[in-house]
């Protein structure tokens, strides 16, 4: 019963969709405001039938209904509880469900507050999103349902892969999943401005709340992303450059560049089609990435196994892409800003330099990424590793911290000499004093004395805004609620420069060390000396674990190698942490041998903690920035906009 009902929602859901898409369009284009305020309702109604599909087939999981093939697949009954749950959105085709879950959810909430838009493009976002919505369902409903049936009902599933039998598990996919369905929202608007002819930026105000969302989700995301691979899967790191992690961090910078041009557009009136682009690339970077991923065209430890999903990603991407070049084609001419171009030394001017060097970096990391694809198409595979991506996009990150740390600082017109010097007085300071600090340390890599400078440069033109804030002390409560953007970018600037330090002193200054210790054997890595107090084994629920303690201080660290023999005796690393605000003691087990002797790899890796607190700060400057901001700024926008054109 529960596949033919999820089943039957799903159908029902794309019925909806389909109709909203139809309905709005035509009600976009007949400008008939009763019929816009029926298309966004049969949207909402899709949203209602998406929710209980998901509902449908959380309670499968919950209930261990192994009639339905995808509950079988992708759990079984020693799995914890959480885990089940978690099974929802750990398969193929679950994950899609969860995508299209958030982006009707998130969808409707945008549409609600969409009519004082104006009909046409009210009328228009809601037809782009539930086209969006539709071609999501269709996947569902005909490649890859999750409520399709076994002809025989097992008494047991087949469990969830190891790897994911882990807490990151609970917080990871569904973060960087939902910030990915996110980033349609800002398109579906963006699209909708340039089929209705509406180049202002009433569009960039109404989104502007959803953009920060879908950025913020994916920055979670990724970080947590990195803090899973960093303590799950034993390498000693958190990013590999995998072609799914790449995947998710374009979006990301495309994005970063457009919350920084649409300021641009805000106060100068500019660059107002780099502003579309931007937020189009996004997506189409974001229906890449799902091709990628869905697909398994290209290796990853990330990806699905390859599928028929892949043909039709690939399908939408390509009229997506063709569309949007349309648009942006036919609207060019009304897209153009008759002002004169940005001083090259202005703060407009900085925002232009950072937008092209983000783009930069996304180009460098989509050819790396689509490498492998086209050369083997070509009959020879090759691969990038780590050193293309360091040597091609670490320069082009060194420069953003210099724009990060002096663009701030810059007016919006052309820049005085004398008073942009005095203004860059404080960041050059900090960057020279940590410079010769490196140097008389003894620190001799180019690039440690380049980027760690760069970022003291970033956080003292962060405190400088602060301090100029902070010299009316009896205005300040004011300053701060008035320009919380302001100040909540610069507090997301300082989480990132934390970051930034954090990815420098784990990458510049780690330490490795391989060994084998019989019972008792010490070894001392920088400082650190463990002490290894023999092997065991313990067998708990679902899986056996060998053990191997290391006696640490007043700690036991205890790295481990857990097999399930339930899943064919597949076998994964248990990494012991040992973690302070200073350095983390990183330790794998390699392997037992027969006498008692243990093999250990044993990192140290400075400052890793920062980067997870960078993350957090950054979040926080979000949300600090943004919360409760009121709508004088979309209603300035409409007052401007002609009713004619609405």
């Not at 780099?274 to 937020?279: E, I, M, P, Q, S």
């Not at 008035?482 to 780690?510: E, T």
């Not at 002797?597 to 400052?607: D, G």
Request: hydrophobic letters at 55%; proline letters at 4%; a positive charge.
């Amino acid at each position: 019963m529960l596949g033919f009902l999820g089943a039957g929602t799903l159908l029902a859901a794309l019925v909806m969709g389909g109709f909203s898409t139809v309905l709005s369009f035509w009600a976009g284009w007949q400008q008939n405001a009763g019929m816009v305020q029926v298309g966004r309702r049969a949207f909402y109604a899709a949203t209602a039938m998406i929710l209980l599909a998901a509902a449908v087939l959380e309670w499968a999981l919950l209930s261990h209904d192994f009639s339905l093939a995808y509950v079988t697949e992708h759990t079984d009954l020693s799995l914890p509880t959480a885990l089940v749950a978690a099974g929802f959105y750990g398969g193929q085709e679950g994950s899609l469900l969860y995508w299209v879950l958030v982006l009707g959810i998130l969808g409707s909430v945008s549409l609600v507050a969409s009519a004082s838009l104006g009909v046409r493009l009210a009328a228009y976002a809601a037809g782009v999103m539930a086209t969006i919505v539709s071609f999501f369902l269709v996947v569902l409903v005909i490649v890859a349902s999750p409520f399709d049936l076994l002809p025989v009902t097992p008494p047991d599933g087949l469990g969830l892969n190891p790897i994911l039998r882990d807490g990151g598990m609970l917080i990871h996919p569904p973060v960087v999943l939902a910030g990915f369905a996110s980033f349609a929202i800002p398109f579906s608007f963006a699209a909708a401005a340039l089929i209705a002819g509406r180049t202002d930026q009433a569009w960039i105000a109404h989104t502007r709340r959803f953009a920060l969302m879908a950025w913020s989700l994916q920055t979670a995301g990724l970080v947590l992303g990195m803090w899973w691979a960093y303590h799950v899967l034993g390498w000693g790191g958190y990013w590999g450059w995998d072609p799914v992690e790449n995947v998710a961090f374009m979006p990301w910078l495309a994005t970063t560049a457009y919350l920084h041009s649409s300021q641009v557009q805000e106060k100068r009136g500019r660059l107002r089609a780099w502003n579309f682009g931007l937020v189009i690339l996004a997506f189409l970077l974001v229906i890449f990435g799902t091709f990628i991923v869905r697909s398994g065209v290209v290796p990853s430890v990330h990806t699905f196994a390859i599928s028929e999903i892949g043909p039709w990603f690939l399908a939408f991407l390509c009229i997506c892409i063709v569309v949007s070049t349309i648009l942006l084609a036919t609207r060019s001419q009304s897209l153009k800003s008759a002002a004169e171009p940005a001083a090259t030394v202005s703060r407009e001017g900085a925002f232009v330099l950072q937008n092209l060097l983000l783009i930069g970096v996304v180009a460098v990391v989509l050819w790396g990424t689509v490498l492998p694809l086209v050369s083997g198409m070509l009959g020879q595979q090759r691969v990038v590793g780590v050193s293309y991506y360091e040597r091609a996009a670490g320069p082009l990150f060194l420069v953003l911290l210099a724009v990060m740390a002096a663009g701030p600082l810059l007016p919006w017109r052309r820049a005085a000499g004398r008073a942009s010097v005095r203004a860059l007085a404080w960041p050059a300071a900090a960057a020279a004093v940590v410079l010769v600090g490196l140097v008389v340390g003894g620190v001799r890599s180019i690039p440690a004395l380049v980027a760690l400078p760069l970022v003291a440069g970033v956080v003292a033109t962060c405190f400088t805004q602060y301090a100029r804030l902070g010299r009316g002390w009896s205005r300040l409560p004011g300053m701060l609620v008035r320009r919380r953007r302001r100040y909540g970018a610069y507090l997301a600037h300082l989480g990132l420069a934390v970051l930034v330090i954090g990815i420098a002193a784990s990458h510049f200054w780690q330490q490795e060390k391989a060994v084998t210790l019989a019972p008792g054997q010490q070894v001392t890595v920088a400082g650190y000396t463990l002490t290894y107090a023999g092997s065991e084994v313990r067998q708990l629920a679902d899986h056996t674990e060998l053990v191997a303690p290391l006696r640490f201080g007043m700690s036991t660290l205890e790295p481990a190698r857990a097999t399930y023999a339930g899943l064919g005796g597949q076998s994964l690393t248990r990494v012991a942490i040992s973690t302070t605000a200073v350095a983390d003691v990183y330790v794998v087990l390699t392997g037992v041998d027969e006498s008692g002797s243990a093999s250990f790899r044993i990192f140290v890796n400075p400052l890793v903690t920062w980067i997870w607190a960078g993350g957090a700060i950054i979040i926080l400057g979000v949300v600090a920035g943004n919360a409760g901001e009121r709508e004088a700024q979309l209603a300035a926008v409409r007052r401007r906009v002609p009713a004619l054109a609405r």
